[in-house]
Each structure stands twice: as C-alpha cells, then as structure tokens.
C-alpha cells in the first residue's frame, strides 16, 4: 500500500515557466512533509518542507502547497530553469513516531526545456 | 560542514557473498537512517538509528542489519546476498530525536551490484 503518491511520472516544462509537481498522501499521521530533487547516482538534495500546521512555504523560486483535508501538497518552481531537470522526490515523516522515517512517492522526471 | 559521507560508492558482489556499507553522519546528527533505492521500488526505508539503538526498521529479510557506533557513524550489512539486492544504498542523517519536524541529509550512496 503507497501511502505516498506522485501519480506523474514525468513532466516537461517550457524555460521560464511554471512547473507544479503534486504528490498526495493516505496517512493522516503525517505531518511533515518535504520535496527532495535527484540526479541520476547521486543522493538526494533536500529542497524545501512545510509542517502540518502552515499552507504555504516558500523558499526563492520553490513554493510548497499543503492541503491538508484532500492529503494533498505540491511543488511550484517558478521561473523554470534548465538546471532543475531532475527527479522530485516527495517524502513524508510523522514527528510523533518516536523515531526518523521519511515514506517517499516514487518521484517525478522533471525536464525543462530551453 | 562536512556533509554525509558513504564508503564505498561502488561494489560488485556475488551471489551469496556479504557485504559491509559504511556512512558517517553530519557531525552532531544522532539519527541515521538507511533507505534502499531500486527502479521499481523508488526509496525504501531499511532502518533508522539514534544513540546507538535501532528506533524503527521497514518491511525488509534480517538478512539486512545494521548498527550504530558511540561517534554515531553507522554500518549496513547484506549477508547471503541476491541478485534482487543490486540497488543504490542510501544513508541520511537528521538531528531528530522523534517529535521533530526536521529534514533529512543525504549521502552520495553506494551502488552495489550483485552478479
């Protein structure tokens, strides 16, 4: 059972314009959650988080959305550049397990053509 | 600061051989955890440790263990290996202590190849 989705395998984005990468989530324990990006043999670089008690985070051209009651969240990039091509990984934690467990989607191909 | 670091970041194994993966955390990073990355599977939590002690494993054989030493540097190993075990082996460290909201830092991995 995934408890974390990302239901696009890929997306192709025009330099410049905006690229939303959305994910959701079936466990209701979660209540952090964060956006990793990926390149091929390489460990994943964290991007950016939100808890469960915000809607909205931002960080320069990354923005995150969380809409708690459809268990959903996603990643606006914004302006697009080539250099963000590459797997985004969504991930989610529950602060109150008592230990670190971070449940990733299965990502999504991010390419931004020039 | 020195990031994540995991040694090797290649291996060739044979079937039925075991193998040693090791990753020294963040410095003052507690936890670490293990996850594995297959094509199919996307990443999958092998197991976390804080302090020494193993908090929390996923749905994995006992062929795969670990361990935490006292500087919290951690090691990984495979025994009996399998052809199903070729995968990128990934290490993160994180401050939390449960009840955190805190990110995870990641390691280059180690590509293990089992023939």
């Known amino acids: 059972d995934q408890q974390v989705k990302q239901n696009s395998p890929s997306l192709s984005v025009q330099e410049g314009r905006i690229s939303i990468l959305n994910c959701d989530y079936t466990?209701?324990?979660?209540?952090?959650f964060l956006w990793y990006k990926k390149y091929p043999a390489e460990g994943p670089t964290f991007l950016i988080s939100?808890?469960?008690?915000?809607d909205k985070n931002e960080d320069g051209r990354f923005t995150v959305f969380l809409n708690k009651s459809a268990k959903h969240l996603s990643l606006h990039i914004v302006p697009s550049q080539p250099g963000d091509s590459a797997v985004y990984f969504c991930?989610?934690?529950?602060?109150?397990?008592?230990?670190?467990?971070?449940?990733f989607g299965k990502g999504t191909k991010l390419s931004v053509i020039p | 600061k020195a990031g994540v670091t995991q040694t090797p970041r290649y291996l060739i194994k044979t079937r039925g051989q075991q193998v040693t993966l090791s990753c020294s955390p963040i410095s003052g990073h507690r936890s670490v955890s293990w996850y594995q990355q297959t094509p199919g599977q996307g990443l999958q939590f092998l197991f976390e440790?804080?302090?020494?002690?193993?908090?929390n494993k996923g749905n994995f054989p006992g062929r795969f263990s670990g361990r935490q030493f006292s500087n919290s540097r951690s090691e990984m190993n495979v025994s009996t290996l399998e052809l199903g075990d070729s995968a990128l082996y990934l290490c993160a460290s994180s401050l939390a202590q449960g009840g955190a909201y805190t990110e995870a830092f990641f390691g280059q991995g180690t590509r293990l190849t089992v023939v």
């Open positions: 991930a989610a934690s529950d602060s109150g397990a008592g230990s670190y467990q971070l449940t």
């Open positions: 440790y804080f302090s020494e002690t193993q908090r």
């Open positions: 939100i808890s469960s008690i915000k």
């Open positions: 466990n209701s324990m979660f209540d952090y």
